[in-house]
């Protein structure tokens, strides 16, 4: 008994510190995962803590539980949206990307290791998938605001590269072991059987789990438990039939996610904090079971192979794979950049040490020694390379909180709630005055609270700085009413710079605004709607941030309507002196 309680007492304690250490992360400009590293190795054997934990097997179980749960929980917030403008570049990347990048890494890891290539290769292999864990927990967290085109592919990619890595790991070490068996049509067979069973059980998962979302009345708990638990069914299934349990698992939440009813607040509320306990708990775990000193030895040998993996392997195997898609050579290198490596990699590096490759402990130090420098150099300069690199939004004016309340199985009330700013719009006007503003939408203030108490809405009631207001309205009228609560919150002038100084709508003529400002169209642009001729200089589907630059005017697009088309145009005049925007 005293043996459980220390366990239950040492596992609560690192679980405390870690999240206690996350208030340091923004200050330190750190990643928190690797802050959750950090605890688990001053923990460790080496660590004031001493723990000795050198359980590979545990840490595998653990790992892949909290990869289950980080992939279900990731699909569950995966837009389908996202899909229209990322799904064929992402794929490309979650498929040819890690074998491109497996490749050259493998070949550069023969020669600075000194080993046999399929040993080279198999380390490769380990480390050429990004991490699903690591890009979700900071890209939502860096305070980034990329285009969408970006986002979604980095987010799809890395949910999605699980199955080509796991197969590429599999192979090299069947190759090492069992090298009689081996076959390219075994692995061709293997490939398929993963990623179809994956899809298969992904998909017929999901439906259930949402079908019995929507049917089922349960205690609001509950509702996060049940998709757990179907998550967990649908990734153990698809494993124990040799298919890819974290395809089947992030695709379960993909649909689940897209088919919102009732319970899906419930739902994505506790899911999200038991992603954040399933992220603490296995870099931890992680941390626990590395040997500092061990990583040591290998330090010049990692740090050769980070730096290949980062700046020669990822960039070369993303420019080839997105080359037909027509991203700008800024966000090829920016999606490069962000090939972050974490928790999957050292899960991936467990399996030769449990299979019982030789050397495979080198395989765990080296791999280990790569995802700790690509979390540290990757992870902490997001911010700065979508800066440099000139991916990042300028921020939207947005409100305070929102949610939504379920009037019917498909039907809800969307919520807002907006703090009004001294010197706002908002400031001295009664709430129902600034609802009358939106005569095409029904928008209606709901509460006010001032000082943490309800007011009554009363007819000679004024708005002052910092009253929180919440109103019911449509999505569509979100931005707009959180533009007159937040007055000058936001850099104008930066909003100006990149999106431009005049608003166009998409629909009008090309030819029309040609003719206005005196730029010169190609021939048949004359006649479109100036949509039709952003998409078709683009050549690919349009986000928010996209550029057109026509003499030296650049058309930028300012919003995104429904079904993906464009909602409205930002138009740049050339300055008298000064070069046209380029980007």
Not at 164 to 174: D, H, K
Not at 201 to 226: H, K, T
Not at 233 to 240: E, R
Request: charged share 15%; aromatic share 8%; with cysteine.
């Amino acid at each position: 008994m005293t043996t459980i309680s220390t366990l239950f007492l040492l596992a609560g304690l690192l679980l405390f510190i870690s999240v206690l250490a996350s208030t340091v992360s923004a200050r330190l400009g750190l990643p928190l995962l690797l802050l959750f590293l950090i605890v688990g190795m001053l923990a460790g054997e080496e660590g004031p803590g001493g723990i000795m934990f050198s359980d590979f097997f545990t840490a595998n179980l653990i790992g892949q539980l909290a990869l289950a749960v980080i992939l279900l929980d990731g699909g569950l917030r995966t837009r389908t949206e996202n899909f229209r403008v990322a799904l064929k570049p992402a794929a490309v990347l979650a498929t040819w990307g890690v074998i491109g990048t497996a490749a050259l890494l493998g070949v550069f890891a023969t020669w600075a290791l000194d080993v046999d290539w399929r040993l080279g290769l198999l380390l490769a292999a380990i480390v050429g998938s990004t991490d699903a864990a690591a890009v979700f927990a900071l890209l939502r967290n860096s305070g980034v605001r990329l285009n969408e085109r970006v986002k979604s592919t980095l987010e799809i990619e890395s949910g999605a590269n699980d199955p080509m890595a796991i197969l590429l790991v599999t192979v090299m070490v069947e190759i090492l072991l069992f090298p009689e068996r081996a076959s390219a049509g075994g692995f061709a067979w293997l490939l398929l059987k993963q990623a179809g069973l994956g899809l298969a059980f992904g998909f017929a998962g999901g439906w259930v789990m949402a079908q019995l979302l929507r049917r089922m009345n349960l205690a609001e708990g509950l509702y996060a438990l049940l998709i757990l638990s179907g998550g967990l069914l649908v990734f153990g299934a698809a494993n124990l039939l040799d298919g890819s349990g974290f395809l089947a698992v992030y695709v379960a939440g993909i649909v689940v996610g897209n088919r919102r009813s009732h319970a899906t607040e419930h739902v994505l509320r506790v899911m999200d904090g038991l992603a954040w306990l399933a992220q603490a708990g296995m870099f931890v775990v992680l941390g626990l079971l590395v040997t500092p000193s061990h990583l040591a030895e290998y330090t010049w040998e990692a740090l050769a192979m980070a730096l290949f993996l980062m700046l020669v392997a990822r960039p070369v195997a993303v420019a080839i794979g997105l080359w037909p898609f027509r991203y700008t050579r800024n966000e090829v290198a920016f999606v490069s950049w962000v090939g972050l490596r974490g928790a999957v990699p050292v899960v991936l590096a467990i399996f030769p040490v449990v299979m019982g490759v030789p050397n495979s402990q080198l395989l765990f130090d080296v791999a280990f020694s790569v995802v700790l420098l690509s979390l540290l150099v990757q992870g902490a300069t997001i911010p700065a390379a979508a800066r440099l690199l000139k991916v990042e939004l300028p921020p939207t004016d947005e409100p305070r909180d929102r949610r939504e309340v379920w009037v019917g199985e498909e039907a809800a009330l969307p919520m807002f709630e907006y703090r009004v700013t001294a010197g706002s719009a908002a400031e001295g006007r009664h709430p129902d005055d600034l609802a009358s503003e939106f005569i095409h939408a029904e928008v209606r203030c709901i509460a006010l609270v001032r000082s943490g108490k309800l007011l009554e809405m009363k007819a000679d009631l004024r708005l002052r700085p910092g009253d929180s207001a919440w109103f019911i309205a449509p999505e569509s009228a979100a931005e707009p009413l959180a533009r007159i609560f937040g007055g000058a919150t936001l850099d104008l002038g930066r909003n100006t710079r990149f999106f431009g100084e005049f608003v166009v709508a998409p629909d009008c003529l090309a030819g029309d605004l040609a003719t206005a400002y005196g730029f010169t169209l190609l021939p048949g642009e004359v006649t479109l709607p100036l949509a039709e001729v952003l998409v078709a200089r683009l050549g690919r589907p349009a986000v928010v941030g996209d550029r057109v630059q026509i003499g030296g005017f650049v058309l930028v697009v300012r919003e995104m309507g429904a079904a993906g088309r464009i909602g409205s145009v930002g138009l740049k005049c050339p300055l008298v002196g000064i070069a046209p925007d380029k980007r």
